[in-house]
Nanobody, 115 residues
Framework: QVQLVESGGGLVQPGGSLRLSCAAS????????MGWYRQAPGKQRELVAT???????NYADSVKGRFTISRDNAKNTVYLQMNSLKSEDTAVYYC?????????WGQGTQVTVSS
């Protein structure tokens, strides 16, 4: 059974940095892409960044130049380095792994940007 375990969320001041990690256990077969989504209170879940099996990346316009997604294939782990954080980045961040068989989601980790 595939499980995604996220870590790295927390409270940070505006302008600060956080690094999120998501490790996929259960050896998911045929990973196509890994990514991060977020959902702020009262809003729909939105894409933050994805990285595919060829290491091509895609970012939401709102995070370009501030966030960097990367992956460690050997560890089935995806990372999100978040710099220059803003209050509008406050949300629950969800890890996603898309394989040829299914989509998997993490439980979410809270990121709060506040002074």
């Amino acid at each position: 059974q595939v499980q995604l375990v996220e870590s790295g969320g927390g409270l940070v001041q505006p302008g600060g940095s956080l690094r999120l990690s998501c490790a996929a256990s259960g050896n998911p077969f045929g990973i196509v892409a890994m990514g991060w989504y977020r959902q702020a209170p009262g809003k729909q879940r939105e894409l933050v960044a994805t990285i595919n099996s060829g290491d091509s990346t895609n970012y939401a316009d709102s995070v370009k130049g501030r966030f960097t997604i990367s992956r460690d294939n050997a560890k089935n782990t995806v990372y999100l380095q978040m710099n220059s954080l803003k209050s509008e980045d406050t949300a629950v961040y969800y890890c996603n792994v898309r394989s040829v068989l299914a989509d998997y989601w993490g439980q979410g980790t809270q990121v709060t940007v506040s002074s």
